[in-house]
């Protein structure tokens, strides 16, 4: 699920997790994204559930979106649920102030269907192009009037889907799958890009990376360059150290590219920290 997140006006009314329900995947996928509704919950004008992924401004910027020459993207999608219906998605900018609410009809329950969404470039607003939030995809499992609009067109505004579509978090107990998100440019769906894990990996730590080390054992500043270069200056975070009564100190380096770290003369063992520079 790396790099996926969700938002709720509304706590405890789903769960996700990582092969949720244990089914068998699409052929070609090991895991899928999964949420199960909590209960049987009706949505009120301010609320929306969903499932996004933020894309940065740098690996979008080819699109030319806000500009006449706005090119058109693929979303194409593998989903699964307990409920049949018309099913609503979207893709915003980082302002959430120009929206394209899509739709997509899940036909039989509990089992995989192929999706694929045309989505003409929008040629209005504001997209940024540099390490911020380029566009945000989501999916939506629930919105009340205030998020909701249009279908195959841009809104001025946050619309998460269409005016009714299917509430997921309606029905107590219905699961809603997905896996195989694939955001590309042109008109054509192509065939899900495998990358090498070792290539994967690399690219996710742009984002995150967690790091051990062993400090020195004297008072002294210590600096550390990250394996891999993040998208800004991240989030340094202790999450343990081997010796409980050791004090260290760790903090983002200068150059926003590395840490530093501040151990005493009682920190002999390893100590694991993390840096996040999510969107």
Do not use: H
Not at 23 to 45: C, D, E, Q, R
Not at 221 to 231: A, D, G, L, M, W
Request: with cysteine.
């Amino acid at each position: 699920l790396d790099r996926w997140a969700y938002y709720v006006t509304q706590s405890s009314k789903m769960t996700i997790q990582q092969n949720a329900g244990s089914v068998t995947p699409p052929t070609g996928y090991k895991n899928y994204l999964g949420v199960t509704s909590s209960s049987a919950y009706s949505v009120i004008s301010t609320d929306f559930f969903e499932i996004y992924q933020q894309i940065e401004g740098l690996n979008c910027a080819d699109l030319g979106w806000g500009s006449a020459n706005a090119a058109t993207v693929m979303l194409s999608f593998w989903v699964r649920s307990s409920l049949t219906g018309v099913f609503g998605g979207f893709l915003t900018n980082s302002a959430s102030n120009r929206a394209y609410a899509f739709s997509y009809t899940i036909n039989s329950a509990n089992t995989w269907e192929q999706k694929t969404i045309t989505i003409t470039g929008d040629q209005s607003g504001t997209w940024l192009t540099t390490n911020g939030v380029g566009i945000q995809v989501g999916f939506c499992l629930g919105a009340g009037s205030n998020f909701t609009g249009t279908a195959g067109t841009w809104n001025a505004g946050s619309a998460y889907a269409p005016t009714g579509t299917t509430s997921v978090v309606g029905t107590s107990g219905a699961t809603f799958y997905i896996t195989g998100v694939q955001l590309e440019k042109g008109s054509t769906a192509t065939a899900f890009d495998y990358r090498q894990y070792g290539t994967e990996l690399v690219l996710c730590m742009r984002y995150y990376e967690q790091c051990s080390w062993v400090p020195l054992t004297t008072n002294n500043y210590q600096s550390v360059s990250y394996k891999v270069t993040k998208r800004t200056s991240p989030t340094v975070t202790l999450i343990a150290s081997d010796t409980g009564s050791a004090s260290v100190a760790i903090g983002t380096g200068y150059d926003g590219q590395s840490f530093y770290q501040n151990g005493n003369s009682n920190q002999t063992t390893r100590v694991l920290m993390s840096a996040s520079a999510e969107l």
